[in-house]
C-alpha cells in the first residue's frame, strides 16, 4: 500500500538582503514526485545539494513546498501527524536534559502515560542497545550516542511512518549494524510493517537495507527502482557506476585488480 | 493542561540545570542591588561623619591670631597644612579643604585694606566637598564678625554684603530625601526583573531554533499555544523567584548601614517588600513574554540578544525621560510596564499612601500585554510547521 506519496513538489529559495531586491534561487526541488510504501525501506540517494533534506523537511511539515502536495495513506500529511516521526540530520536533542529525559519528554508530549514511555524505551534498548546513556546527559554524549537517543526520541509513540534524514551519521559499524536490523525488524510484518523513507549518502548502505531507491540529483528525481533494477537499466556493472552516472553524468570503470 | 505542565516541567528542570548561567543571574539580581545600597549608605555616612568632624586645616595660621581664636571658640580642630597641600589635595592624600591666610592678614583687614582668605579645595574629590560648606559658613561668620569690629573702629568701612547672611533651608521631608539618596532602588528592582528572565527566554526560543529542538517539537502534536504558554510559565517561575530574592535582599542587606540616620530613613521592611513584589512581579511575566517573542522571531541567539539590548536601552532610558520631568504623573504613567514600577517604588519610598486601585490596573494592563506577546509568539511558532 503506498504510504507517502508526493505530487510535482517544487521549492525555491530566495536570496534577499536588506538592500537589495529579493531574488529567486535555482529550484531546490523541481516538480518531484515519488511514492514510498508500506513495510518498505525507500532510500532517497543523492549527492549534495540535491534536495534530499529539502524533500524530507517538506514531508515533516518544515518547509513550505511552493507547488504540489504530499498525501499520506491518500490524506493531506497533517492528518497523520500522530503517525508520523521524523528524524533530523541535527539530532535536536535538549543537552542540559539526560537520554531517558530527551525521551521521557516527547513521550509526555505525545500523551503517553509514564509506564508505557518506560515499556517503549526498554523496547527500543533491545533493539538499538542506548542503556549506558540514558542517565548520561546529550551534551555530553557522542555523535553516534545522540544519534540513537534521538531516534529512540522519535520512535517513541510507535509512528507508522518512518522519516529519517541521515540516520547513520557518526555512527560506528556495530551501531549502524543494530541500526540497519532495527529498521528491517520495524518494515516487517512483526515491527507493524511501517513505511521508512530515508536519506543517505552511503552507497553500501543503500545496497544493504534499502527496498526501493529513488536518486535525486539537482532537485529532480533521476531513477526509481531497486538497486538491482537501477544499476541494470543504467548497464552498469555495479550500482555505484550506476549513480555515478545518474548523479555526475560519468562512467567509473571497475578496476580489475590481478 | 497536560502538554502545558510537561512543557513547563521540562523548561524549569533545564533552566535550572544551567548551572553557570544562573549562578551569573543570580549574582547579578539578587546581590548587585543590596549591596550597592550598602556601598551608597556607606559612602553617605562616611560623607555624614566627615561633615560632623571639626577639622580646619590652615596655611600660614600664625598670620591671623583673630581667626585662630574664632576657630578656637568654634571648637574647631586646627591642623597645620602640609608643605606641599596643593600637590596633596589636587592628588587626593588630602581630604579636607585648606584655609590659606595670606601675609599680615590681621594687620591688613585692621588697616580697612581688603583681605582675602582662600579656601582651597579640590571638586573632584567628592570627600573633600564634605567639609567645605561648614568652612565657608564659618569662615562668613568668621569676615562678619571681623567686620562688625572694624566698623565699631571706623564707621566709614561699612560694606553691607559683608553683614548680609544667607539661609539656606530645605523643604522636603524626610522620606523624600530618602528618594533622593535612595532613588536608585527602582532601577535594581526592574533591571532584576530583567534580567532574571534574559537568558531563560532567549535560550528556550532562539536557543532551541538553533539546536533544531524547537523543530522536533513542532512535528510533535503539541499545539503552538501550549508551548508558548509552558515556556512563559516557566521562564516566568524563574525571573518571579530571582525578583523575589533580589527585593527580599534590602531587607537584611539594611542591617549593615553604618549610619542610624539612614537607616532609618531607609526603613524597608516586610510590608514594603511586599508593595515591592505586587508591583514588580507583573513586570516579570511581561519581560519573559516580551523576551520569548524577540527570541523566537530572532534567527538566531545573536540576533536575539541584539533585539533584546533594545529593551534593555528603552527599560535605562525611559524612566530617565519621564522621570526628569518632574510634575504631575499622569495615569497612563502608572500602567506602562518600567514606568509604573518607578512611580511605585518611588511613591512607596516616599511614604505616600499606595492604594489598591493603582495595583490593580498596573497588573490588568500587564496582563493584556502578556496575553499579546504570547499570542503573537504562538503565531511565529505556529508558522515553523506549515501542514
Not at chain 1, 557518526?170 to 529498521?183: E, I, P, Q, T
Not at chain 2, 568654634?74 to 589636587?90: F, G
Amino acid at each position: 500500500m503506498i504510504m507517502i506519496e508526493a505530487i510535482d513538489l517544487s521549492k525555491r529559495f530566495e536570496h534577499s538582503s536588506l538592500f537589495r531586491k529579493t531574488q529567486p534561487g535555482r529550484p531546490v526541488l523541481d516538480r518531484v514526485s515519488l511514492r514510498a510504501e508500506d513495510a518498505c525501506i525507500t532510500a532517497l540517494l543523492g549527492p549534495n545539494g540535491a534536495g534530499k533534506t529539502t524533500f524530507l523537511r517538506m514531508l515533516a511539515g518544515l518547509e513550505k513546498p511552493e507547488a504540489g502536495s504530499i498525501l499520506i495513506q491518500g490524506q493531506p500529511a497533517h492528518l497523520h501527524t500522530a503517525k508520523f516521526a521524523y528524524l533530523s540530520d541535527g539530532c535536536g536533542l535538549y543537552p542540559r536534559l539526560t537520554g531517558e529525559e530527551n525521551i521521557r519528554y516527547f513521550g509526555a508530549l505525545y500523551g503517553l502515560s509514564d509506564a508505557h514511555i518506560t515499556l517503549r524505551i526498554q523496547t527500543l534498548d533491545s533493539h538499538l542497545g542506548f542503556a549506558h546513556v540514558l542517565a548520561k546527559k546529550a551534551g555530553a554524549c557522542s555523535l553516534g550516542e545522540r544519534m540513537r537517543i534521538a531516534l529512540a526520541r522519535a520512535l517513541v509513540h510507535d509512528p507508522h511512518t518512518l522519516v529519517l534524514d541521515e540516520p547513520t551519521n557518526g555512527l560506528d559499524l556495530a551501531s549502524v549494524r543494530k541500526l540497519r536490523n532495527f529498521l528491517r525488524y520495524l518494515a516487517s510484518e512483526a515491527g507493524g510493517g511501517k513505511c521508512i523513507l530515508l536519506s543517505t549518502h552511503h552507497l553500501h548502505e543503500v545496497e544493504m537495507i534499502a527496498d526501493q531507491v529513488i536518486v535525486l540529483v539537482q532537485g529532480q528525481v533521476k531513477a526509481t527502482g531497486s538497486v538491482r533494477q537501477i544499476t541494470v537499466a543504467n548497464a552498469a556493472q555495479h550500482f555505484e557506476d550506476a549513480f555515478a552516472a545518474l548523479a555526475f553524468g560519468e562512467t567509473i570503470s571497475c578496476i580489475n585488480v590481478g | 493542561m497536560h502538554q502545558r505542565w510537561v512543557i513547563f516541567k521540562k523548561e524549569f528542570k533545564d533552566s535550572l540545570r544551567d548551572r553557570r548561567g544562573l549562578l551569573t543571574v543570580g549574582l547579578v539580581t539578587v546581590l548587585a542591588g543590596p549591596l550597592c545600597l550598602l556601598f551608597m549608605a556607606n559612602m553617605l555616612s562616611e560623607y555624614e561623619a566627615k561633615s560632623e568632624r571639626r577639622v580646619v586645616v590652615v596655611h600660614r595660621l600664625a598670620d591671623s591670631p583673630s581667626l585662630q581664636n574664632y576657630l578656637q571658640r568654634e571648637s574647631a580642630q586646627i591642623v597645620p597644612a602640609p608643605p606641599d597641600y596643593e600637590a596633596a589635595l589636587r592628588e587626593g592624600r588630602l581630604l579636607e579643604p585648606v584655609v590659606i591666610v595670606p601675609p599680615q592678614f590681621d594687620q591688613q583687614w585692621q588697616r580697612g585694606e581688603v583681605a582675602t582668605l582662600t579656601l582651597l579645595t579640590n571638586s573632584q574629590q567628592a570627600r573633600t566637598q564634605a567639609s567645605v560648606s561648614r568652612l565657608k559658613r564659618w569662615l562668613l561668620g568668621y569676615a562678619s564678625m571681623q567686620s562688625e569690629w572694624a566698623l565699631m573702629q571706623q564707621p566709614t568701612l561699612l560694606r553691607m554684603h559683608e553683614l548680609i547672611q544667607l539661609e539656606e533651608q530645605d523643604q522636603a521631608s524626610d522620606k523624600a530625601q530618602t528618594v533622593k539618596l535612595f532613588g536608585m532602588l527602582p532601577y535594581f528592582l526592574v533591571f532584576a526583573a530583567l534580567y532574571g528572565v534574559w537568558s531563560a527566554a532567549l535560550e528556550t526560543t532562539a536557543g532551541e531554533r538553533e539546536k533544531g529542538t524547537l523543530e522536533a517539537l513542532a512535528v510533535t502534536l503539541t499545539s503552538p499555544v501550549h508551548l508558548v504558554i509552558g515556556k512563559w510559565l516557566a521562564v516566568t517561575t524563574l525571573g518571579a523567584i530571582l525578583a523575589t530574592l533580589a527585593t527580599l535582599g534590602f531587607i537584611p542587606a539594611q542591617a549593615w548601614i553604618a549610619s542610624d540616620t539612614l537607616k532609618a530613613m531607609f526603613n524597608f521592611g516586610s510590608d514594603e517588600a511586599m508593595i515591592c513584589l505586587c508591583l514588580i512581579l507583573p513586570l516579570v511575566g511581561f519581560f519573559a513574554a516580551l523576551l520569548l517573542f524577540l527570541g523566537a522571531v530572532a534567527a538566531s541567539t545573536r540576533q536575539a540578544q541584539t533585539n533584546a539590548t533594545l529593551v534593555m536601552l528603552l527599560v535605562a532610558f525611559v524612566p530617565m525621560l519621564f522621570l526628569t520631568q518632574g510634575g504631575q504623573v499622569s495615569v497612563w504613567q502608572t500602567c506602562l510596564p518600567v514606568l509604573a514600577q518607578h512611580h511605585g517604588i518611588i511613591a512607596l519610598l516616599s511614604g505616600e499612601p499606595l492604594s489598591l486601585k493603582p495595583i490593580l490596573s498596573l497588573v490588568g494592563c500587564h496582563a493584556i500585554l502578556i496575553l499579546f506577546f504570547i499570542t503573537i509568539t504562538s503565531r511565529v511558532f505556529a508558522t515553523i510547521r506549515h501542514h
